[in-house]
């Protein structure tokens, strides 16, 4: 067993079923490909928008590609994360691991559970002095996800992403998501700290 593999405070009397892992393996892979993304969309709105040639037959598949290893990465760090908040921070969660997941799939809900399982990871690592972090990041995710498809549909009446804006708004949004991550995996140690909830 090594070291970030240890049970902390509470959970050891509770058993294995919550342990303290690092968080940075997940979080460099997430915001590497987070930043490939986002070079991705600079690279769209340099070459074009619309007519770019990342965006046509080729492209596009790749693209989507490497949407879903952005979604995926992240979604592994955001659940380890989660984990490692129960352990730091025992009982003081509204919502259980796996909506760490599951949050991102449940109609409307999805809207705001996901930033509020996020600011309590951030709570259980220490006082939450970069909400407003959280908050901008998730107002811009919005407005590049449920937000745009909405418009698109509802005031545009059509289904091209692809211009300069839409890729801007992405670029924007990696960043923020760059920098949450950066920040919540700061906040969670790198390995047991015995004197956590021993009360």
Request: charged share 15%; hydrophobic share 50%; glycine share 10%.
């Amino acid at each position: 067993m090594d070291r970030y593999n240890m049970l902390i405070g509470p959970a050891a009397a509770r058993g294995p079923r919550y342990r303290f892992r690092n968080p940075a393996g997940p979080a460099v892979v997430a915001q590497s490909l987070i930043a490939t993304s986002a070079l991705c969309d600079i690279g769209v709105i340099v070459t074009g928008g619309t007519d770019s040639p990342w965006v046509g037959d080729d492209g596009l598949p790749l693209l989507g590609l490497l949407q879903i290893a952005c979604w995926i990465s992240f979604l592994v760090w955001f659940h380890r994360c989660r984990c490692n908040a129960e352990v730091l921070a025992p009982g003081t969660h509204k919502y259980a691991p796996a909506f760490a997941v599951g949050a991102w799939i449940i109609p409307l809900a999805m809207w705001w559970l996901p930033r509020r399982i996020m600011l309590d990871i951030r709570r259980a690592g220490g006082p939450p002095v970069d909400v407003w972090l959280i908050n901008a990041w998730w107002f811009v995710w919005l407005c590049d996800g449920p937000l745009s498809v909405a418009v698109h549909l509802l005031i545009l009446h059509q289904t091209d992403y692809h211009n300069p804006i839409d890729h801007g708004i992405g670029v924007v949004s990696s960043a923020l998501a760059i920098a949450v991550i950066r920040r919540v995996t700061a906040g969670q140690p790198a390995g047991p700290l015995p004197y956590f909830n021993m009360t």
